[in-house]
């Protein structure tokens, strides 16, 4: 019996303009780079109904609150998407770097 490699998160880029977005709450937020980026991780459907809208970050001298906006591509007009979850990862950069700062999903404030 032979396995088929694991395939990791697929890296997606915002679009930008989407229909019914909403805020979608990451497994993962990861800091490389010394603290300069911030890889996250979700889960999703795939694309065109699913895509990245947008991330917002908002940065504090105690806290980095990153949000995740995904909705479906406009040109998705009366197309049929599986309903499958898949990893997506996308990498953003700070202004300053993370250092002592804690990340905050901002799809899960109130």
């Given amino acids: 019996m032979t396995q088929t490699p694991t395939k990791g ?8 303009n989407t229909i019914n977005t909403r805020k979608i709450p990451y497994l993962k937020a990861k800091a490389y780079d ?5 890889r996250l991780t979700w889960w999703s459907g ?13 940065e504090s001298g105690s806290r ?3 949000t995740l ?3 479906t591509d406009q040109k998705a007009q009366n197309v049929a998407c ?3 979850a898949i990893q997506k990862t ?6 300053t770097p993370l250092g002592k700062r804690k990340i905050v ?3 899960k404030l109130k």
């Fill in 9 to 16: 998160p697929e890296p997606v880029k915002p679009i930008g």
């Fill in 34 to 38: 010394r603290g300069r980026k911030i």
């Fill in 46 to 58: 795939v694309a065109p109904c699913t895509v990245l809208d947008r991330v917002e970050v908002k």
């Fill in 64 to 66: 980095v609150t990153i």
């Fill in 69 to 71: 906006y995904e909705g």
């Fill in 82 to 84: 599986i309903e499958i």
């Fill in 90 to 95: 996308t990498t953003v950069k700070l202004k």
């Fill in 105 to 107: 999903d901002g799809a």
